[in-house]
């Protein structure tokens, strides 16, 4: 089992659509978590943390279920700039020693 | 500059030739990283720096592959003999950890623009 799945999509939802990813991990001790967006050709950037109570962010909702290992993102009235690879990252680490490891990320792909 | 600075963005290379990219993580992260992204693929960890600890290089893929930090700042990744396997993005980030400033609930990655090589 890898480390952190995702599923690859492409998910393809109109404007207006809400759409949920999943990601689940496979290391129990993880310690935190995060959801980054990735668009064409560019470098990952930071979407949101994703804390224990869930969190949200605007049209942004991130939750974490640590009983079942996944983390979910949820947005809402997508946009057609929403549009991106979504990454889930996973912290393992503890104190100064970080373990991150991305998933391969879930495509979005907001249509007109 | 406030973020994590990478140099060469762009990069052409002939097979067989060694290139060196560098890396200058924000000021004050004792984590860097380096990974690599081929165009429509994951990001593939290449290897991991963290303050004076020994670094973790279990992604590096062959022993073409190497890198140093030095002064626990500026790294620098060198691929030797380059193969045209080795085109794609190098990105490098970095993150405060819980010994630094700027931990928060978690070390938050923070990455460069990337180095784009492409080996011809």
């Known amino acids: 089992r890898k480390e952190v799945e995702q599923d690859p999509g492409p998910f393809n939802v109109p404007e207006g659509a809400t759409v949920a990813f999943n990601c689940t991990y496979s290391n129990s001790a993880s310690q935190s978590f995060f959801w980054y967006r990735q668009d064409c050709r560019k470098e990952p950037k930071l979407l949101m943390s994703?804390?224990?109570s869930g969190n949200e962010d605007g049209r942004f909702t991130a939750q974490l279920n640590r009983a079942s290992q996944y983390i979910s993102l949820l947005i809402r009235d997508s946009k057609l700039s929403d549009s991106a690879t979504y990454l889930c990252?996973?912290?393992?680490?503890?104190?100064?020693?970080?373990?991150?490891?991305f998933g391969t990320g879930t495509k979005l792909q907001v249509i007109p | 500059g406030a973020g994590v600075s990478q140099s060469p963005s762009n990069k052409v290379t002939e097979k067989g030739k060694d290139v060196e990219l560098r890396c200058d993580p924000i000021s004050g992260h004792t984590a860097l990283y380096w990974y690599r992204q081929s165009l429509g693929q994951g990001l593939e960890f290449l290897i991991y720096?963290?303050?004076?600890?020994?670094?973790?290089k279990s992604g590096l893929p062959s022993d073409r592959f190497s890198a140093e930090r030095t002064g626990g700042s500026v790294s620098t990744l060198t691929i030797q003999r380059t193969q045209q396997e080795d085109s794609a993005v190098y990105l490098c980030?970095?993150?405060?950890?819980?010994?630094?400033?700027?931990?928060?609930?978690?070390?938050?990655?923070?990455f460069g623009e990337g180095s784009w090589l492409t080996v011809v």
């Open positions: 720096f963290q303050g004076n600890s020994a670094p973790d």
């Open positions: 994703v804390y224990s």
């Open positions: 980030a970095s993150s405060p950890s819980r010994a630094d400033e700027g931990w928060t609930s978690g070390n938050t990655i923070y």
């Open positions: 990252v996973v912290n393992e680490g503890s104190g100064g020693y970080q373990k991150v490891t």
